[in-house]
T-cell receptor
Framework: NAGVTQTPKFQVLKTGQSMTLQCAQD?????MSWYRQDPGMGLRLIHY???????DQGEVPNGYNVSRSTTEDFPLRLLSAAPSQTSVYFC?????????FGPGTRLLVL | SQQGEEDPQALSIQEGENATMNCSYK?????LQWYRQNSGRGLVHLIL?????REKHSGRLRVTLDTSKKSSSLLITASRAADTASYFC???????????FGSGTQLTVLP
């Protein structure tokens, strides 16, 4: 199994640009989530999904959209990037209470 | 808001020594988990302790949970340079399945 994969690994955007961070898992986990990690802040939950077709907001959802059309994929969309969204983004899937994280996407918004 | 808060924020020890990190949280939990993150990498799940458990072992790791004090500790025995990483506690509360993470403890093990 590849586990949780994320693309791209690095991305530079200009303010106002849009992009989609991809996340996929091949473990058939129902639960998936997106976090952002900022220095000294730990991980903060952006959005999560308990299954295909179901999504909900986390702690810091503003500026981000998600969808879950399949069990495997959980993309995160930035509609109009802002410098405050410069961060490292982690996708995770969950099974029996434990989370499995992807390697992360480093995003820089200029 | 963050549920778990780790203490200390940074810890530096010599190889072979034991490392102890603490986590405090605010609300009732279903379970508490510890994760490791090596520099520039994603998080790796280490251990999960349920609210009805008081102590759990996994290799050189020992986790305790005191629900009356709303605190947990992670002990790494006989530390190695490869244990150098950031360690995060995360709490799982209520019926929702999301985790709330603390800000982490940066552990440096000197050879």
């Amino acid at each position: 199994n590849a586990g949780v994969t994320q693309t791209p690994k690095f991305q530079v955007l200009k303010t106002g640009q849009s992009m989609t961070l991809q996340c996929a898992q091949d473990m058939n986990h129902e639960y998936m989530s997106w976090y952002r990690q900022d220095p000294g802040m730990g991980l903060r939950l952006i959005h999560y999904s308990v299954g295909a077709g179901i999504t909900d907001q986390g702690e810091v959802p503003n500026g981000y959209n998600v969808s879950r059309s399949t069990t495997e994929d959980f993309p995160l969309r930035l509609l109009s990037a802002a410098p405050s969204q410069t961060s490292v983004y982690f996708c995770a899937s969950s099974f029996r209470g434990s989370q499995y994280f992807g390697p992360g996407t480093r995003l820089l918004v200029l | 808001s963050q549920q778990g808060e780790e203490d200390p924020q940074a810890l530096s020890i010599q190889e072979g020594e034991n490392a102890t990190m603490n986590c405090s949280y605010k609300t009732s939990i279903n379970n508490l988990q510890w994760y490791r993150q090596n520099s520039g990498r994603g998080l790796v799940h280490l251990i999960l302790i349920r609210s009805n458990e008081r102590e759990k072992h996994s290799g050189r790791l020992r986790v305790t949970l005191d629900t009356s004090k709303k605190s947990s500790s992670l002990l790494i025995t006989a530390s190695r340079a490869a244990d150098t990483a950031s360690y995060f506690c995360a709490t799982h509360s209520g019926s929702a399945r999301q985790l709330t993470f603390g800000s982490g403890t940066q552990l440096t093990v000197l050879p």
